[in-house]
């Protein structure tokens, strides 16, 4: 079974960047969905991005081209750069991950909570003047 454990989250000032990170232990399967998703005050938890065994990313439109995730086998981690921070973007933030075999079916990732059955504890994310 895979565990979680979320890193990095401060507060930062608009403008400003921050690296998340989420140290991935345990049996990894070889196909798998790893993802971001986060929380804001009295809001959904919405899915941020994605990255899978081939190393596809996708990203929700909100923070396309100012966020990028990553994933580094060797080091059992997945990182979430974020640029250009904006107040929209405080929110707790999690990682999460996903067997895409399930049964005979071999899934396509999604940023949908349901596809995912493991998740890190959170680091929260404040930006902030």
């Known amino acids: 079974q895979v565990h979680l454990v979320e890193s990095g989250g401060g507060s930062v000032q608009p403008g400003g960047s921050l690296t998340l990170s989420c140290e991935v232990s345990?049996?990894?399967?070889?196909?798998?969905?790893l993802a971001w998703f986060r929380q804001a005050p009295g809001k959904e938890r919405e899915g941020v991005a994605y990255?899978?065994?081939?190393?596809?990313?996708f990203y929700a439109n909100s923070v396309k081209g100012r966020f990028t995730i990553s994933n580094d086998n060797a080091e059992n981690a997945l990182y979430l750069q974020m640029n250009t921070l904006d107040v929209e973007d405080t929110a707790m933030y999690y990682c999460?991950?996903?067997?895409?075999?399930?049964?005979?079916?071999?899934?396509?990732?999604?940023?949908?909570?349901?596809?995912?059955?493991?998740w890190g504890q959170g680091t929260h994310v404040t930006v902030t003047y």
């Open positions: 999460a991950a996903a067997d895409r075999v399930v049964g005979l079916l071999y899934r396509l990732c999604d940023l949908k909570e349901r596809t995912y059955d493991t």
């Open positions: 345990g049996n990894r399967p070889p196909n798998y969905c």
């Open positions: 990255i899978d065994n081939h190393g596809t990313t």
